[in-house]
């Protein structure tokens, strides 16, 4: 920790030392009044207390809002999709037309072989795209409980 820090870290802590204390204020430093008055200020409760169906009207909100009620796929973020794997489709091609001739017997050949070492990209690149997936599912479910949850409430 660098000396800024330290000696904020220690403002902080005589300011709520000394708050909890009841110290005199007039000794004080700034710096150990100000965080005195934030001590006090986190002691008190809310000068306002919350209505009971506060969840209620949160979730009403929310489910009213604009991002939240919009369709996950709209019209345009298709579009892009569609235009950007098309792009990856015909870049590939691209690619393959190129220099495919002199490196796709070699792939075909490390797909085919029995070894060990040979098969541990493809298996990597199934793993990973398993794996996303399941986090991806998790994901979605998650959202589902999360606002199931408030729905009850």
Avoid at 13 to 32: F, I, K, T, W, Y
Avoid at 75 to 94: D, H, K, P, T, Y
Avoid at 123 to 142: F, I, K, P, T
């Amino acid at each position: 920790m660098n000396d800024a820090n330290e000696r904020e870290w220690e403002a902080q802590e005589l300011g709520r030392q000394a708050e909890q204390l009841g110290l005199d204020p007039a000794r004080d430093d700034s710096g150990v009044r100000l965080y005195r008055l934030l001590a006090r200020a986190l002691r008190q409760p809310p000068p306002v207390s919350l209505p009971e169906d506060f969840a209620k009207q949160v979730v009403a909100r929310v489910a009213a809002s604009p991002l939240i009620s919009a369709p996950a796929n709209s019209r345009g973020e298709s579009v892009l999709l569609a235009v950007l794997a098309s792009i990856l489709v015909v870049s590939a091609g691209v690619v393959l037309a190129r220099g495919g001739p002199s490196w796709l017997p070699a792939i075909r050949a490390a797909l085919l072989a029995t070894d060990s070492a040979n098969i541990r990209w493809p298996l990597a690149l199934v793993g990973c795209l398993g794996l996303s997936w399941m986090l991806w599912q998790g994901q979605r479910l998650g959202r589902k409980r999360s606002f199931s949850r408030f729905d009850a409430v």
